[in-house]
Structure formats: structure tokens, C-alpha cells
């Protein structure tokens, strides 16, 4: 196949590679850009593609591949920040001769409200703050759209009734 046709080929086939880019990652902006970078990177591999008559499932397994190396990427980078945030979460708790005792008593005081909602309530807001988006939410949890909204919703209004004094002091 010609550089010229092999390149014609994939403009083509460029929405079936946003619908399959879509359901992977139920993102439109990271949709976009897995869509972005399959082409590139089928582009820059031409000359490794063999048979013409199976173009599309060539982009569809080059995405696929794609979408897992980011997605281990990603989890890769949660567990050193997670890490990292805890060592610098506890450091500030115990560190009792810290010149920030307001924080981390701010930050005791969080955690307190946090943990004295159900798990129910408890478990969605976490996996939000983790970086899930509600539909992600939903479906890991079994859960209705509609009720993994109302939870957040109703867990982010506790938190502001009860750390009031806290958001008023940075104001």
C-alpha cells in the first residue's frame, strides 16, 4: 500500500477510531487524544503494516495497546503519589513540634468527618477523589448514575457544613 492511500485510509476510518477510543475510555477529551495518538503512531509504523485488507483491526489492536500502557502508566504514577502524599500526610501528624500545627490539625479534623460517614457514602467519595469519574463510580460500585451523584453531592455539603471554621480561616 502506498504512504499516500495508507494515510488516506486512516483519515477515513478516523470516527470508527473515536467510537472504539470512546468506549475504552468514556472520556471525549481522552478519546481524542488516544485517537491522536494511534494515528501517529500507526503513521510512524507503516512500513511494519503487512496486509491491506485488515487496516482497521491493525489501528484497533495499536489503540488497544495504547490504552493499557497508559492506564499501567497511570496506576504506576497513583501509587508513588499515594505514597509520597502519605509519607507527607503522617510526617505532618506526628511531627508534634511542627510549625504547622494548624494543618495537620485541619487535616486530622478532615479525616475525622471523612471516616464518620457510612462506607456507603464514604466509598464513592474516595474512589472521586482518587480520580473515577461517576460512571466509573457507578459501575464498579453496582450503583445507579443517579445515586453515585446524590452521594457525592451529599458527602461534599457534610464536609462544608462540618469544617466550616476550617474554610473560613483561609478566606
Given at each position: 500500500m502506498k504512504k499516500m492511500d495508507f494515510a488516506q485510509n486512516i483519515v477515513k476510518m478516523e470516527r470508527d477510531l473515536y467510537h472504539f477510543a470512546y468506549k475504552l475510555t468514556s472520556d471525549y477529551d481522552s478519546a481524542n487524544d488516544l485517537v491522536q495518538d494511534c494515528i501517529l503512531q500507526?503513521?510512524?509504523?507503516?512500513e511494519k503494516f503487512m496486509?491491506?485488507?485488515?487496516?482497521?483491526?491493525?489501528?484497533?489492536?495499536?489503540?488497544?495497546?495504547?490504552?493499557i500502557s497508559n492506564y499501567r502508566r497511570m496506576m504506576r504514577e497513583m501509587n508513588i503519589i499515594d505514597k509520597t502524599y502519605t509519607v507527607f500526610q503522617q510526617s505532618l501528624i506526628e511531627d508534634e513540634d511542627s510549625d504547622r500545627?494548624?494543618?495537620?490539625?485541619?487535616?486530622?479534623?478532615l479525616y475525622r468527618v471523612i471516616y464518620s460517614v457510612p462506607d456507603e457514602l464514604r466509598v464513592p467519595f474516595q474512589m472521586y477523589v482518587a480520580g473515577f469519574k461517576y460512571r466509573e463510580i457507578a459501575e464498579k460500585l453496582d450503583l445507579p448514575i443517579g445515586t453515585v451523584k446524590?452521594?457525592?453531592?451529599?458527602?461534599?455539603?457534610?464536609l462544608k457544613d462540618e469544617?466550616?471554621?476550617?474554610?473560613?480561616?483561609g478566606r
Open positions: 500507526a503513521l510512524n509504523n507503516a496486509y491491506a485488507d485488515n487496516l482497521k483491526g491493525w489501528m484497533y489492536t495499536i489503540m488497544r495497546n495504547i490504552f500545627f494548624e494543618l495537620s490539625y485541619d487535616i486530622k479534623q446524590h452521594r457525592l453531592f451529599f458527602i461534599r455539603k457534610r469544617l466550616k471554621d476550617i474554610l473560613d480561616v
